[in-house]
Every structure is written in structure tokens, then in C-alpha cells.
């Protein structure tokens, strides 16, 4: 069974950065895909970013291209979400996923049935 533990939100004012972490236990990455998925109060979860482990492969949402980066550190079982230029926008619930189908759905922009979850960790872009 994997464990997904999100680190590294908090309270940032707009134009900040921000690095989040997702440590995955009780799992070898190395056919799956990993994701970071948004929520905003009152809004549905949504994808932000995601990243195939065999190659590496990334994609983004069209609203954080150019501002956030998406990375694996295999040795580490580790996902890193860096966001830069934050805005009010994009605060609310991060959350990281793994499924081995995940990266094609992250990619087709949809929301899928995903194997595993972390529980979520707060941003709050906010002067």
C-alpha cells in the first residue's frame, strides 16, 4: 500500500515561490505517472502538472506554464512541484497522486480514478 505525504505550503504574498514536496512510500516509480491537482474553495480539483517517471515526460496546465516546474528525484521516491510568481489564484488544497494511467489523463486534462492520494497541503498567496 502507498503512502503519499505532501510538504512545503504555507503563506506566501503574490510574486512569491514556493517548493512542494510529495514523498512516496510503499512504491517503486518506475512505470507511473505522478500529478499535483489544485483546489480552490468552492472550486473542483483540477490538474496543474504531471510527470511520467520511466521518461521523465512533463505537462503542464496552460495557467501555470512558465511559472511552475514539475520534477521527479527517483533516488528519493520524491515529486517537486516548484511554483514561482504566485497569485491569489492559485491558492487553496495541493494535492499529489500516482497511477500508472494518471499521466495520460493529467495530459488529456482529466480528472481520473487514481490508485493513490496524498491527504493535501494549504497554499495561501495573500499580501
Known amino acids: 500500500q502507498a503512502h503519499l505525504v505532501e510538504s512545503g505550503g504555507g503563506l506566501v504574498q503574490p510574486g512569491g515561490s514556493l517548493r512542494l514536496s510529495c514523498v512516496v512510500s510503499?512504491?517503486?516509480?518506475?512505470?507511473?505517472?505522478i500529478g499535483w491537482y489544485h483546489q480552490a474553495p468552492g472550486k473542483e480539483r483540477e490538474g496543474v502538472s504531471c510527470?511520467?517517471?520511466?521518461?521523465?515526460?512533463?505537462h503542464y496546465a496552460d495557467s501555470v506554464k512558465g511559472r511552475f516546474t514539475i520534477s521527479l528525484d527517483s533516488a528519493k521516491n520524491t515529486v517537486y512541484l516548484q511554483m514561482n510568481s504566485l497569485e491569489p489564484t492559485d491558492a487553496g488544497v495541493y494535492y499529489c497522486?500516482?497511477?500508472?494511467?494518471?499521466?495520460?489523463?493529467?495530459?488529456?486534462?482529466?480528472?481520473?480514478?487514481?490508485?493513490?492520494w496524498g491527504q493535501g497541503i494549504q497554499v495561501t498567496v495573500s499580501s
Open positions: 497522486a500516482v497511477d500508472p494511467n494518471l499521466f495520460y489523463y493529467c495530459a488529456a486534462g482529466r480528472l481520473g480514478d487514481f490508485d493513490y
Open positions: 510503499g512504491l517503486t516509480l518506475n512505470h507511473h505517472g
Open positions: 510527470i511520467h517517471s520511466s521518461d521523465e515526460d512533463t
